[in-house]
């Protein structure tokens, strides 16, 4: 079974900083897909990022980017330029791509992070 | 593109009535359907997958006679919350797969979920 563990549950950064969150993950699985998704006070899941594990290049999105460290299990993202509609719940989630497993997301705990102006 | 809908967006029931939320893919056809459920302060908790046109797969200790899934097209699926309880007062949240095969066929896009409070 795979198990994604964020171990912040809260974090606050200034505007304008840079803020790092950090998710691991635990799979025997050698093709999947890591997500990062934000949860803002609506509620609405938003998806941030995504990585296929098989590219070494990590994904970029505006002014989120993500460290995949594959050998370490290792998923993190990166925010750069903080600004306060960043505020919200971040989830860390990951994908096999094998068929006997589905396409089911797996979770982490969340970080709750909050933009100080 | 990539939209996600739900309804109700909140619903309030007496304890014994049964409520239906509707989750719709508005834009792509969505072969897969999820349904989840969230209480404040925690992650989401996969309660059942529904494919199109076949019968849904509940997650262990979801009780499917209590849950019922219908996903009748490759736009729509729907959980009806039978006979609710207040326990069963919570945070659902749908979400779909595209069906169209392509690099980003693993996304899943989620609806703005539905509060439910069963008095």
């Known amino acids: 079974a795979q198990t994604v563990t964020q171990s912040q549950p809260e974090m606050s950064v200034q505007e304008a900083e840079t803020v790092t969150l950090s998710c691991t993950y635990d799979?025997?699985?050698?093709?999947?897909?890591l997500f990062w998704y934000k949860q803002p006070p609506s509620r609405q899941m938003i998806l941030v990022i995504r990585?296929?594990?098989?590219?070494?290049q990590n994904a970029t999105e505006n002014r989120f980017s993500v460290n995949f460290q594959k050998a370490a299990k290792s998923f993190s993202l990166k925010i750069s330029d903080s600004q306060l509609g960043d505020t919200a719940m971040y989830f860390c989630?990951?994908?096999?791509?094998?068929?006997?497993?589905?396409?089911?997301?797996?979770f982490g705990e969340g970080t709750q992070l909050t933009v100080n102006p | 593109g990539a939209v996600v809908s739900q309804h109700p967006s909140w619903v309030i029931c007496k304890s014994g009535t049964s409520v239906k939320i509707e989750c719709r893919s508005l834009?792509?056809?969505?072969?897969?359907m999820f349904w989840y459920r969230q209480f404040p302060k925690q992650s989401l908790m996969l309660m059942a997958t529904?494919?199109?046109?076949?019968?849904?797969?509940?997650e262990q200790g979801v009780e499917k006679d209590k849950f019922l899934i219908n996903h009748a097209s490759l736009t729509l699926s729907t959980l009806t919350v039978t006979s609710a309880h207040p326990e069963d007062s919570s945070f659902y949240i749908c979400?779909?797969?595209?069906?169209?095969?392509?690099?980003?066929?693993?996304?899943?896009?989620f609806g703005p979920g539905t509060r439910l409070l069963v008095l």
């Open positions: 834009d792509f056809q969505a072969t897969t």
């Open positions: 989630a990951f994908m096999t791509s094998g068929e006997t497993s589905g396409s089911r997301l797996t």
């Open positions: 529904s494919n199109e046109g076949s019968k849904a797969t509940y």
């Open positions: 979400s779909a797969r595209e069906a169209a095969s392509g690099a980003f066929q693993e996304t899943q896009y």
């Open positions: 990585q296929e594990a098989y590219k070494q």
């Open positions: 799979t025997s699985e050698s093709n999947y897909y």
